[in-house]
């Protein structure tokens, strides 16, 4: 029986790019054999943060969690993560599968956290990535983290909006 085609946000953190594990990381989401359709370097304002741990609002380490995620506790430099979006049948669950457990320790070595997560003194979890745990998770996600336009495929419906009054950054040289 086919699986059904889904959507998943994976985030590598600003621990996984303070130690340079960007490459594996990727190689093994790689053997889920899903296609990526968007891919960017975010610095993360608080803003989003907030928005991406919004279910945590409520719990004690809410802020150190919300400074993990901007790159805060890992030194200027790693001030970044960086976002995709993946597309597969059942990519959701595929993701997950590779990531392991939210929680480094009693994640499977052979799983991205387990191999390369640890926990804080602090208890933060530095996990290395963020992946969706379901469709409506992962939908309200790529909205958050993407614009429609920085994803190849069109995954979900859009509309066009005309701002008189916006400004948009554009190059200050357009390429020849």
Known sequence: MKGKTQYTLVVIKPDGLKKSLTGNILT???EARLRIIGAKVVRVNRELAEKHYAHLKNEPFFDEVIKYLQGKLHGREYERVLAFVYQGENAIERVRSLAGTTNPEEADATTIRGAYGRILTSGIYENVIHCSANEEEAEREIKL???????VDEIYPTKIVNKSNSEERTWAEEPV
């Open 28 to 30: 093994k989401i790689s």
């Open 145 to 151: 983290w993407f614009r429609p336009n920085e994803i």
